[in-house]
Structures are given as C-alpha cells and as structure tokens.
C-alpha cells in the first residue's frame, strides 16, 4: 500500500476556560485526515498492533466502552485517525506524568475534518504532546521506524516541556488540593507564582510562600547566625556556635565550642558547604576552604548528634515531618567507590537530576562535599573499598522516612514556636535528634535552621511511610473558611444589547456597595471608570478582573465566540444570564451554523453557575428557557411577555421570575409576586432610558436579585442608570473634577 500523508493539522487553539467541550482548559485541534478518512483503523494493515507495541498502555484506555480494552475494541473495530491521534496524545501525557483524563473527537461538516480536544493543563506542554504524537501516529500508520528508544525521546520531550513550563511539585500540590477544594487558580508568571481564588478574595503563593509569609521573616530566616540568635532567646535549643573569618579561626572556635563540630556557610541551602562530625584541625580547616565559596559568612558550631529532620510547619502546627538517613555503600573488594555510587544508589528509581525525583543523583567528580566525606575516611572516587566495608556517601539531604505521627508534643512546639519566632506561617524546621519522640533537651537535640518557602516533595513521596497531606493544610491555612476565594461573577451570554446589560449588571452591584468590575463591549471599567475603551467582551478582559486584588464582583460579557475560540474567563460563577441565540451567522469559522448549535455553545454559561448561584434566562425563547435544567443553582427566568409557556411552568413549580404586569416590573416568587419597589411605570421609564430594552432591564434586575441587592436600590438604581455611554462617562468625569489624575494613571 502507498504512503499516506501527515494528517494536516489545520488549526490550534488552547481553551483557557470552560468551553463547548468541558469546564476544564483543553487543546483543540482541527484536523484534516486527508485520503485517511477513507482508511479507519481496521484498514491499515499492521496499524493496530504496530500502535499498541509501541504504547502497551493504551490497553488501560477505556474510551467510549468504558471498560479495561474499549479502546483497543475500538481500533479492532476501525476508528478514524483523529480519534486515535487523541488516545496516542493521552497516552503520551500520562507517560510523562502529566495524566490527562479528558479527550474527545468530532466529525465537522467538511469531509475528513475532525474537531479533536485533550484536556490540557499547560498549552505548551500540550502542542510538544500533540506534536509527538502526531509523529508517533504517522510512523504506526506507515510502518516507519519507530522503536522503544523513540517513544521513550517522545515522552523525555513532553517531560521537559513540562519541566519547563508547568508549576513545580510543591505549586503543583497545592492548586491541586485547592482544585479540591473548589477554588480555582491562575497563574501569574512562567514560574510557580499563582492566584487562588479571585479578585479581592484571592490569595497568592509562591512555591510555599504566602501573602501571609513575611519578608522580613524571610530574610531573617536566610540568616542562620540571626536565626538562631532569636530562637535562643526564646528558649528555642539552638546548637551554640560563632561565625569565624579564616581557617585558623575557625579552628580556634572549634577548641572552644568542643569537638566535634560542624562548619557550614551562614546563608546556603540544600546542604551545599556543609561539613559535620569534623575532629582534626585539619578536617575543619579543609570544612572552611569548602563552605567560604557557598555564603557571606562560614559557621562553626556544636555538633549535635542524631538524625536529621525536617518538620514542616503551616500555620502554627506541625502538618508533617521526615527523618533522613545516612546514605552509604558496602564495599565488594572489586568496584571503586564511583562503581559503587552508580550501582548501589544511582540505580535506585528515585534518584534523578529532574525537579520531580524525591532523591538527588549522585555524582562524585562535581560533588565537593562528597570529596571531602570520602577524603575524611581516607577515600577517594578511585579507591576499591575492601569487601563488607561502609563507605559513608552522604550525612544529610535524604529525608525520606515519614515521621509524622511520632514528633513528640514538647519537639512539636518547639517547632511551631521557631516558624513564629522568625516570622514564618510556612516553614520547613531542621531539626537534629537521636529520637523525635522524646523531648530535645534530655537528648541535646536542637534546631540547627529554618527554611522559608520549604520543599514539599518528601512529605508527598516518602520513600519510607504514607504521604501527607500538605498541599491541603496550606489551602485550609490559606481559607480557613467554607466558600472560599470566590467573589460575586455574573457572566452575560448572547448577543442582544448585552454590553447595556452588562453595564445595568454592574451599576446595580456598585450601588449594593461592592467594587465592581465590568468587561463588556463597552470597554473594561473599574467602578464606573473606563480604563480600556476597546471591546473587552472577550477573554483577556475578564481575566484581568479576576486577578485584580481591588475588585469585590465583576460582571463578564462573553459572546458565543468567546466561549468558542477561548473558553470563559472564569471556572463557574455565581449568576449566569443567556438573553438569546442570535448571532450564528458570524460562526462558520467554528461550524455553527443554525441557532440550535448555539443552546450547545451558550450552554456553557449555565453549565458553570454555582450550586449556590443562579441562571438568569429569558423564557422568550423556549430553547434558552430549555437550559434551566442544566444549572447546578437556582433559576430565574424573566420575560416581558408574562404570558409565554416556560414562564407559567416555571411558576407553576415555585420558581422564582421578574415579568412585567400593569407596566410595571414585578418579582415573582412561586404564586406570590410583587412589585419592583422604588421603580414606577416602565413607558415613563422607557422615555428616559432609551437606549435599555425591557428584556435587558428585566434580567439586570433578576442579576441583582440574585446577588441579594436590596430590592429598593434595585429599583432606584434602574432609575438613576445613565444608559447612555458618553452621558455616563461625562457625568463620572465631572464628579471627579478633584482627582485631575485618577483616570491618567490607572488607564
Ligand atoms: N550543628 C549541627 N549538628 C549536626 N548536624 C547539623 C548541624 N548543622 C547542620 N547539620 C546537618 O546538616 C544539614 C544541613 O545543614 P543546614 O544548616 O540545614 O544547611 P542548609 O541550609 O544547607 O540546609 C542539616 O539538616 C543537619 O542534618
Ligand atoms: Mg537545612
């Protein structure tokens, strides 16, 4: 058979928000099989087993069966390229630990032009998953070499990317239990800065630090002469010791804090400088050469005997602790101690260079640490230990055995008490003990330094013991309360005078008191100030409320090309509003082309609303009526027509409704309605505002409703609403006549 060509891959588009697909961010890629579309996988000669040789796993898919195998049934059977593109995606991401559960692939209206979508954490991550396996598929397809070393670049390519560009193990863990807990997250730089929650209810971490860490607890703690200065007039057991400024002082300390002693650098992390248990003149001489390069200061002090620890501490408790342990070779009489490095430790499936490995790759010839351990024991890299004897490789930084459950209440509060003392509501306390089940003193125990912004890997992937919980007691730290991280967000799907809408939306939440925020097609305001003129119904806009610290609610315009090409800007929100499915003429770009496509599309903004919130829907029309169903939440439903189907149906069940009767606004509540106070008859109304149709005036009042603004503001607020743009922008720029400034600088 003939060489089919690559499967065209016509269009990439990342879906940051939720979408037509899921609530989730995904890759969407539109693709063209080409000649393929007339070869299902059952046609290809060979394909099957060539595809599952080279991903054994994919027999774990189940897609659409729902069973251990569907997949593979489904290639026995002959699928389409696109939908098998999909799983090899999947695969590859789970093989390179980045599991992805969602995927999905659809047929267009054009022939051999698949829509496929993978849930994607990270859209770079995502393209170099796409990209391999899209080589990966088209080698299968046509019999091309391709072998496990191939799979395997494919997966290290996906890996690094992911390295690269995704949150580090410690973020990782602790979006993850925020997801948990349903506060959502953005991301603030390339790196591990991140948003949970949004707006003014937000709070920002950094790896392990927190809005609440302090800077100066930080430094402090950078400081480990400093810090132990304050912990031991606390009473917090430090080892004594002082800092020295050459060799021959650091000697002349060691006489006179007593031997054995450690020299170690005032300012370095991850053990580098550090030299332990040092007897000889000679040994702590050599200890100085090694720690001055590594920090500003070189330390000596007592050494204080027992096993090293690491006990975390979030917010004045201990929520976890590991105990490291000596790492050693046993000599064979043959191997040199490099061999038995490589063969003893190195082999061990924990140990790799990359962020993700719990334990460090040993490497002899760069590790001057380790020369000096080796030279101390009178070894070198080269030396051939003889059979049986124990070469000691590295003292500290294999902190791998669980503790947790048996750090004595005394140690604990010692702990809690040095995190405080220096000022930290995250900190990782070393601590060294012969037992960390017994009080300190009895056993000289002490705290030899406290780290701010602590790793978080061993607690999460002990080598010895059960993982904890950490990533959640830091989001419960951080929201000690129920709803957390959310502020008030009414998203405004439709096409029909939405961005007045918006506008009414957000004035009427201003007036009820809260900062508000509003993207619309009207521009981006802050209050009642226009700091973007452009268009901002659109994804870039609502997220940059969302991340601004100063807004207390916002209210998002998204067209149903929004929801398409981008996703909304916000996992779920308190009120969704749908006022109509116009507009599809302008989506052939995206193969929607009747309205019936556009409830699919406009679904969305329903789909997210809160189990606490509520869908604003106009009974108009009994398409978006129609969604009700689909809201987690409450629904209000308004129409000016009291009279259309859905509405006496949706009354008839105790719904709530804003309908208009005897021309005048009136909230419904099951049977029993009334009247809109604090607003008259609406053709008086009308005359003043004529830019505001009924229908956007009526499901305005219904947001407001929702979000619990008192029922008179709502109507003197519709009262007072300038709903003409430039009246409005005019008016706003002569009540700030004093403040010449305010619009230039936050513009
Ligand atoms: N005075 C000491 N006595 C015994 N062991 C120590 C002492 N100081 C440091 N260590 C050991 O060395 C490790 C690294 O020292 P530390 O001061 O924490 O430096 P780093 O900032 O590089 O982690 C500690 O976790 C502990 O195991
Ligand atoms: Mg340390």
Redo the contacts with the bound molecule.
Sequence with gaps: MSRFDDIQLLRIRYLRGPNLWTYRPVLEVWLDLGPLEDFPSNLIPGFTDRLTTLLPALIEHHCGVGERGGFIQRLNEGTWAGHVLEHVVIELLNLASMPTGFGQTRSTSRHGVYRMVFRARDEQVARVALAEGHRLLMAAINDDPFDAAAVQAAVDAVKAKVEDCYLGPSTACIVGAATDRGIPHIRLNQGNLVQLGYGANQQRIWTAETDYTSAIGESIASD?ELTKSLLASCGVPV?E?QVVNSAAEAWEAAEDIGLP??V??S????????S??LHTREEVESAFAVAEPEGSDVMV??????????LLVVGGQVVAAAR?EIITVTGDGAATVAALIDSQLNSDPRRGVEEEFPLDFIDVATDAKLQLELQRQKLTAGSVPEAGRVVTIQ???NLGVDCTDQVHPEVAHAATLAARVVGLDIAGI???AQDISRPLAAQGG?I??V?AGPGLLMHLKPAVGSPRPVGRAICDHLFPDDAPGRIPVVGVAGSQDTAVLARLVAWLIGLGGRYTGLACGDGLFLERRRVDARNSAHWEAGHRLLVNRAVQAVVIENGAETILRDGLAYDRCQVGIVTDLEGVETLAAYDITDSDQMVKVLRTQVDVVLSEGTAVLNAADARVAGLAPLCDGAVILYASDAGVPAMSAHQSTGGKAVLVRQDRVVLANGSSESFLPGLGRLTVWRATHAGVSIDSLLAAVAAAWALGVPLNLIGAGVEAFESDLQAALASLQLSQQNLPFADKQLA
Excluded: I, Y
């Design positions: 480990k080892p010791g002693v450690v170690k650098p300012d370095a992390n991850h053990g580098r400088g550090v332990l248990e002090e007592r050494f204080v005997r027992g096993s090293e620890h690491r490291g003292r500290n930084g070393d601590l060294v002490a030899v330094e780290n």
